[in-house]
T-cell receptor, first 115, second 111 residues
């Protein structure tokens, strides 16, 4: 399975500011996924990021609030913009297994607290 | 609307007990069902199931899928305190790569 790293591991931010989360994979992958897990909730997909094209956002998530970059096949960033306390969550990136395997593997996550 | 429902939402067992977790789903164009274990932040992959009736095993954990009745179970035998975690079930459909998660089952194993 791919080895995935995320930075930062955690952060505490003030409302109205923005935070960019980085996701790095140790192998080239076609798709990368960004999920959010609000406190006490399950995971919800924010968007799918393909290299060289605009990210595809799920219902309820918009590019102005969660801009995503995917400059190459091993890296992606998610920005949480103009943050409010409701954005306090764990943010996770994931990739599908290689060699035709379709299971998804998750990065270690970023725990964001907005005050 | 697609649904993934896990039960129970939580349970407490003693070390050595056997645990059975349930996941039922109603989705369009089912492709696979996945189980994850979440202890802190990152979910850890356990199993992916695509075919009915074929049990997947890893140590004390096993899982099986019933595509006719639209559910899966995850069994943990001889539970240990290290099995304490949230167990997540997720389903993929023809929408490439998207995982739709259930609410999870919180398992607490007491010594």
């Amino acid at each position: 399975s791919a080895v995935i790293s995320q930075k930062p591991s955690r952060d505490i931010c003030q409302r109205g500011t923005s935070l960019t989360i980085q996701c790095q994979v140790d192998s080239q992958v076609t798709m990368m996924f960004w999920y959010r897990q609000q406190p006490g909730q399950s995971l919800t997909l924010i968007a799918t990021a393909n290299q060289g094209s605009e990210a595809t956002y799920e219902s309820g998530f918009v590019i102005d609030k969660f801009p995503i970059s995917r400059p190459n096949l091993t890296f992606s960033t998610l920005t949480v913009s103009n943050m409010s306390p409701e954005d306090s969550s764990i943010y996770l990136c994931s990739v599908e297994g290689g060699s035709g395997a379709y299971e998804q593997y998750f990065g270690p996550g970023t725990r964001l607290t907005v005050t | 609307e697609d649904k993934v429902v896990q039960s129970p939402l939580s349970l407490v067992v003693h070390e050595g007990d056997t645990v059975t977790l349930n996941c039922s789903y109603e989705v369009t164009n089912f492709r696979s069902l996945l189980w994850y274990k979440q202890e802190k932040k990152a979910p850890t992959f356990l199993f992916m199931l695509t075919s009915s009736g074929i049990e997947k095993k890893s140590g004390r954990l096993s899982s099986i899928l019933d595509k006719k009745e639209l559910f899966s179970i995850l069994n943990i035998t001889a539970t240990q305190t290290g099995d304490s975690a949230i167990y997540l079930c997720a389903v993929t459909t023809d929408s490439w790569g998207k995982l739709q998660f259930g609410a999870g089952t919180q398992v607490v194993v007491t010594p």
